[in-house]
């Protein structure tokens, strides 16, 4: 059982950047894919971005040019850093870790923009 740990939400102003961070409780290397996710109130949870384990990247359209995802493996850690943010990025930001059996989630943390 793999346990994700999210960190790094707040509140911030529109413009301003946040870091997140999730911290894997077993060596993020034997996870295919690492991914950020975010639910918004009233709306479905929707894709952010993801890393695989060779470092390739994915980004939903909406985030491209402002979110960077990375991931430290000697630390078992995946961060996401926002940068340019919006009142519509306004959102539970979750960690998904995808291995070829499981999926793995975190229990999310808050990130709120004001205009």
């Known amino acids: 059982q793999v346990q994700l740990v999210e960190s790094g939400g707040g509140l911030v102003q529109a413009g301003g950047s946040l870091r997140l961070s999730c911290a894997a409780s077993?060596?993020?290397?034997?996870?295919?894919?690492m991914g950020w996710y975010r639910q918004a109130p009233g709306k479905k949870r929707e894709f952010v971005a993801s890393?695989?384990?060779?470092?390739?990247?994915n980004y939903a359209d909406s985030v491209k040019g402002r979110f960077t995802i990375s991931r430290d493996n000697a630390k078992n850690t995946v961060y996401l850093q926002m940068n340019s943010l919006t009142p519509e990025d306004t959102a539970v930001y979750f960690c998904?870790?995808?291995?070829?059996?499981?999926?793995?989630w975190g229990q999310g943390t808050q990130v709120t923009v004001s205009s």
């Open positions: 998904r870790g995808s291995t070829i059996l499981y999926d793995y």
């Open positions: 077993t060596t993020i290397f034997s996870i295919n894919v």
């Open positions: 890393i695989t384990s060779d470092g390739t990247t």
